[in-house]
Structures are given as C-alpha cells and as structure tokens.
C-alpha cells in the first residue's frame, strides 16, 4: 500500500489508563501509519461512527479495568451492522487469555497481551491490512 | 465500490460513502479528479471556516463549540481536522477530534481528519478536494482546522471565506509572534482562554497591530471567548455570518471565490505542465547532466530551461 | 560537609586509583556499557567518595528524623516505634465479597483498610447507568448508596481500624457515606481515621477517573479540607499522589515534581478559600510508586520529603512543623510486573517493598504476582502481604532510622533528585500552575515522552525485562485467575431498584434539591450531601446533581 495506513486508537468504556494507547499510536506514526486517537470515555457508537468517518483500515482497543468481554464484541458487532467488512479490528491490555478465542470468534482478529513489543503489532498491522 | 455509486449514496446522507469518497480523492489521483467532475453541480453552497492559531491556542475546543452553536439552529456542518506529518516516518498523530468526540455521533455533522502529508502551507494538498466533498454532501458550513504559526502556514487563505485567527494570552511571545502576514489573513481574531491573566493586553496588542495594519475595508473584530467554558461563542458565531453577509454584499465574496478558483486552475495547469515536461524529457538525468553542464560554465540556466520547454512550445 | 584538606587528600588518591588501579582493569576489561543509568535514565557513576557530597550540610540539609526538612523520616522513631502500616489495597465485584476480603487480610496480619471501587462508582455512575455496562465489580468494589457502604464495613468497628478509600472525583460522597456508617456503628466522626485520596489534578494527568472541571472539582476539595479540619480531624483530606503519574511512565524526578506541584496547586486552593496553612496542611499526605531501581527510589522519596518541607516553609510560611512533614503511602510498581512468569514478580514487588522501607514509607501496598493478568486471588494476596510481613520481622532493616543516609551515592542522588523535580516545578509555575499546566498538556506531553522512550528502550534491548525480552520460556496460560462473575452487575442492578423501593424518595428528592442550591451556591456542600447520603440516595443520583451544576471534564491531549 503506497498511501499511510489509517488507524483507529480507541480506548472504549471508562477506563483511564492511556500509556499504552499512547506508546502505540507514536509507535504507529512512526512507522509511516496515520493515527486517529479518540481519548478516553469512548462508547462502541463512539468509536464506530469515528471508524466510518475517518475510513480507517485498523480499529485498535485497550482496556486494562475488565470489561473487554463486553465492549471489543459490541464494537464487532456495530462495524458489522453498519456494512464495515473491511477493517482490521484488534484489542490490547489486561485480557486474560481463557477469554481470547471469544473475542477472537466475536470478530476481534488479535489480541495484544501485556509485553508484546509495537514492533510485533506494526508487523501485523502490515501483513493484516484488508484493503489496497 | 465504484465511484458513481458512492456518489449517488453520498448525495443522499451516507456517510460511509462520503468518507470512502474522501479517501479516494486523498489518494488517487485519476479517481479524484472523476470524483471532483462528479460533484461539481453539487457544490458552492457551503460556507467555508478557517480556523487557524498557534498549537495550544485551544483550536480544537472552539471548533468544537462553533459547530454547536451551528447545529442547533439547523446547520449541518462538515469539519476538517488537520495535523501536521511527521518529515521523517511519514506518518501522524491525528488528535483534534479529541476535543469534538461527543459530536461523533450527531447526524449532522461530518468530522474527518487528514495528515499535511508533506504538503507545506498548513494544510494537506488533497483538502480542496475533500471539501467539495462535504459541500456536495450538503454540509453548509465546513470548518477547516489547522495549524498557522508563521507565514509559510498561510494556504488556508486560499480555501477559506472567513478565516478565524485564534490567539491566546501568555503563550510567550506575545507581540513578536504576531507577524505580519498573520494578521491579513484573519477575518476576526478570537481571544481564546480569555479568564486568564494577560487576555486584555493581547486584545490590546492584537488592536494595535491591527491599527498599524493599512488597507482595510473592514476592521476584523476581535473576540474574547472562554471555549472551555462555552463562553463568546455566540458572539463569535454571530460575527462568523456577520462576516459572511459582508463578503456578500460587498462583491467581496464572488472576488475571493473567483481568485481561489483562478489558483485553483493555475496550479492545476502548472501541474499538468510540469508532468508533460517530465515525462517528455527523461528529466532526471538529462536534468543531471544538464546542472554538470551549468557548473562547467558551458550553458546557464536559462538555455537548459528553453531546452526543456522545447517540448510544449 | 568535609574538611578541605581531607577532601583535597581524597581527590589525588582518587585519581591515583583511577591512573593505576582502575585503569589496568579497563584495558583488560572494559566495562559492559558506556554510561550506567537509573531505570529514570539518570546518569550513575563508578564511585561516588565524600567529594559528591562536598556541598551538603548534614545539620540543615540531612539533618534528624521527624525534624525540619524531615530528610532523614516522618518521625523521630520510625520502625522502632511501629512498622509502617500495612495496608493492602482490596475491592472486587459486590460489597458482601470485599467485607470477607477485608475480613480476610485483617486476620493475616494487614494493619489498614484499603478500598478499591469500580470504575463506574468513581466516575460517579450507578451500576444500573448505561455507561456502567461490563465494568461493574471489575476493578473494585461496587457501591451505588450507604446500603452497599454498610455490608462493606459489616463486622468491621470503624473507630478501630484506619481506612484509605482510593476514590477521587466523587471522594465527598464516598466519605459522607463512610461517616453515616459510622454513625450507625455509635462511632462519631471526630474518632474516625483514614484518608480519601481526593486528587483530581492526577486524574487529569494520568488516571482518568475525572468527572467534573478543575474548578468547581477545587471547591469539592476545599470543602472537604474545611469540612474535616472541623468535624473530622483525624482523616487525612488528600493523598497527593505520584504513583500513577509514575505508572504513566515517568520518571522519579517527574513523578516527584509534578506531585508536588500538584500539592502546591491545592495548597493554594485551599489558602484562597480563606483556610489557614497550618490548619489544613498537616492533613495533608502524599502517595508515590515504589519502581525497580532501589537506591534511585530510596534516594527519591528522600528528596521528596526534604523539597516538600522548604516549600511549605519558605513559599507557603507555615509555621507549625506539622505543615512541612510529607507523610506518605507506597505502592509497588505495577507498571514492572508481568504476565510472563508471573512468579518473578513476587521477586519484584519485594524488592520495590525494601525500597520502600529504606525510604521510609508510612504506609505500604505491595501487589500480587497476578497483576498483569487479573485481581489477585486470595493465595497471591497473601504472598504480598507477608513480603511485607518478612522484611519488618526476618531483615533487620527496621533496626535503625534512614540506613542509607550518609552513602555518597544516596545523598548525591537524593540532592540530585531534588533539583531536578524543582526544575519542574519552576517551569510548571511559570506556565501558571499545575492546573493550567494540564490544560496545556505539558505534564502529560512530558509524562508520554518518558514513557515512550522507556518502552523503546525494552524493545531495542537497552532494557532488560526478565521473562520478556530475555530469558523468555514457553509457557502454558496462567490458571486459577480471580474472575469478576459479569452476573454482579445484574445483582447490582437488582439491590439499586430494591433500596429505591424502601427509601423515602420524597425527601430523597428534597435532599437533592438543597444540594443543587448548595451547589450553585457557594456554600459547603459536605453535609448537603451527608444529608442526601443518609436517606440514601444513589451515588449516581448525588453526582447526577453535581454533574449537571458544574459541567464535565473535557480532555486535552497532547501525544
């Protein structure tokens, strides 16, 4: 792809901790990707509605406070409803991994654990990205 | 989706079609210029915003409350949020919607941020384009956020009908940052964080460079606002479209729309002209040997010039 | 602090070492690295001999325990008169389950109360409220009025314990309704110990759990240092923190200025709301990170204690010493564990503990091997605590008072520390405060800054983190981890609808009434709400008032 890679960073429900997020959206710009970072308090609708407008090709998430089971499906699950079948959803933070392969069947395609380096993730990013 | 499809979804209110459109013309070329000869029946209805200061002025907040105040009587407003990319990877944080997020799901606005892309003047080369977008769309009022500190950042002049020049006390350079070409270019200047200590001596200061300033029919306002506490907005609104009827019933409208347009097509042309003669010319190795020729005193640069303007005279 | 003629004799031997010994060992083996630094990224060098610390003056700079600047302890005793209070940090899913946690801790040795909340109840909402979907019980207790306040402190006599409730914009609430069970108990408010944290200017920075703008969140804040310094003398008002902003990714000299300026910022608050210094500032404390690099810590928490003391002397003139004492709570770095073998962080937390220790903490958490992963589980909380429970019995290290007071590296640290958080400070001043400085997001630009270079540093392996980018294993996925049932939601729902069904909602309505007048007004607003509290209304209900009088939050960010 010869044009910047757009990305969604989205920290849904009413957790505050942002270094992560933060870390990756610079990671992510300087790796060439454009990166939209809503801040904090984001609902799914939220985070949908801004994934149409801006036409990204990533929507990426971070929760750390437990409540990934919930929101990262309802988010899959709005994309879909609204005719979005073309971006790369993924999610990060404190996500135990019993719960991976339901957030994986719900339509979130990786999970970043704790650890994982934002050279990992641009990688994947790459060699995921659904579109031209 | 075929680009006459999304036009036809995205003159009817589909927002994803208007977004796809957006992307299209940020990055291809052949496709936008379609797209654009699309449209064009369908746009010059809007009122075009620019909204433009130093970074940490709170550009975003009033943005933010500007598009407010406009929906609530009626309005549908398209914004652009532009920041700057970075020279070195290529790639950009893009942050203003932040400030606008509980506007995410309104209907009638259309909030879309683009990267500079390494496009000098503020703002990104493809924002025209993407205007014309939300124009056709039918968003009435489209705001054009970005950055503009010095006088390279001044492109939003091009595209604008009221440029909005946003300043805010105490940020450290006071008078010395209110260069000249700063102060043509705004419409009506917005004194933002104006509860903070210091808000009256730079209205103080922005009136009197203001004074210094020959050649104006029509003495900018400036406007003392609290964005974060939704304070001045309606004054500052007011004198948006205050503005506007001004541009309108001085001729002054159809004189800036009809000069945008002439640059418009003029860049257009020198485009055009420079990839002919590019393309006609090997020009970057001929345009090599050329320059050894120049240092060696054989030819000046004038002679290599008409060399490579042979093709088109 | 040395004689000049020693310290000139120490300068030429050194060197002699350094020409002779030293470098005969550099030609051979060279050490492993350029330049040595502190997990902070400061530089530390070879040796440090009493030339580093020339310029201190042990009477007025070191100085004792317990007096000014109070570099060397809080108190002139310290771990001899009492082990720092062992206070484990608890909360999950519903209040009948946190009761049997708090219940549980107390048995095995730990000395305070610490009450983590839910998301929802600190950003004010009910557990019935939209927004609270998935999140409730998930990182703390759920509470949504004095009915679930009552079952979390059943069994529990409130004039006998000392509780530290992590709950910061809606603190007022949480502390009205803490005094209307005390109330219950017999227990007047004036026997009451413990502390809110109540620090919204680190909520903006680095936790997110804010609700409403800075200022009308100051006036909550002045009105619970007004409210206290009269009705409840004991509490401690404010835990000014720096933990988070550590966790955030700063470093030790950042997570010291930007707390303290963070307390200038409220000190000033509360002196413009008519307060005296010296009546609210001794109620004043503070909560810092305990990260991996020992001295640098040990170092750091001294310097804390020493800038804090001239601010509150030399800018704020205090005049009782009570005013210039920092006292402060500890927790470990969470930010250092990981989810890869998880066992290694017990190894951690105990040395972050130590560190703690040898700084002189008052008070201390120390986290659960299963930090990156979930909640602790009873097992892994109990580990924690008897960490801290090894090291005042088994280690000595209690014997004396600031034990590594006097090592040229500590106290050149410690000096160094210093000037660099004033540094901070001095810039956050000139910006116009900590508040404005926020807005601006220089704090959190510079918090981002440390952070990403941090993260850089592990990924390029300039940075070792044991188990992730060394020493790596294969592992099988963790077992065992504590599980927050999503069914606790629904029971919360169901408790919410039963209490508004028993409650008297006509006064309920009334109470609320008098607080938004109070609100708007300009009045106390502590026992509008202990009054609402008291007939109880929701926690949601309470915040809803306030959020529609004072507005919310807006972030700024700058990346």
Redesign the interface.
Known sequence: MN??IRVLIAKP???????GA??I???????????????????P??IV??A????VDVVGMSIL???H???FPRVAELLKE???DDVLIIGGG?I???DIQGLKEAGIKEIF???T???KMIEYIKNNVQRQ | MEYKQLVEKMLIGDKRACAKLITAVENEPEKAEKIIREIHQYTGNAHIIGITGPPGAGKSTLTDKIVKALVSEGNKVGVIAIDPTSPYSGGSILGDRIRMQDLALNPDVFIRSMGTRGYLGGLSKYTKNALKILDAAGYNYIIIETVGVGQSEVDIVKIADTIVMVMVPGLGDDIQSIKAGIMEIGDIFAINKSDLFGADRTAVEVNMMLDLTMDMDRRPPVVKVVAANNEGIDELVNEIKEHIKYLKESGKFEERRKNNLKLEVVELIEEELRKIVISHTDSENKLDSEVIEILNKNKNVYEVRDEFLKVIK | MFDKEKLSHIKEARQQWEENVLAKTLNKAPESKEEFKTVSGSVVNRLYTPEDIADIDYESEIGYPGQYPFTRGYQPTMYRGKPWTMRMYAGFATAEESNERYKYLVSQGSTGLSVAFDLPTQIGYDSDHPLAQGEVGKVGVAIDSLKDMEILFDGIPLDKVSTSMTINAPAAVLLAMYIAVAEKQGVSPDKLRGTIQNDILKEYIARGTYIFPTEPSMRLITNIFEYCSKEVPKWNTISISGYHIREAGSTAAQEVGFTLADGIAYVDAAIKAGLDVDTFAPRLSFFFNSHNDLFEEVAKFRAARRLWAKIMKDRFKAKNEKSMMLKFHTQTAGCTLTAQQPDNNIIRVAMQALAAVLGGTQSLHTNSRDEALALPTTDSVTIALRTQQIIASETGVTNTVDPLAGSYYIEAKTKEIEEEAMKYITKIDELGGAARAIDLGYIQKEISDSAYKYQMEIESLDRIVVGVNKYQVEEEPPKGLLKVDPVVGEMQKKKIEETKAQRNNALVNEKLESLRKACQGTENVMPFILDAVREYATLGEICGVMREVFGEYEQAVLL
């Open positions: 044009r910047p429900g009413l957790d505050g901790h942002d270094r933060k870390v959206a610079r990671a992510l710009r300087d790796a060439g990707m454009e990166v939209i970072y809503t801040g904090l308090r984001q609902t609708e939220q509605a801004t149409v407008q801006e036409d406070s437990g409540a089971n919930h929101l609204q005719g979005v404190v135990p991994d019993d654990t704790p650890g380096e934002t050279s």
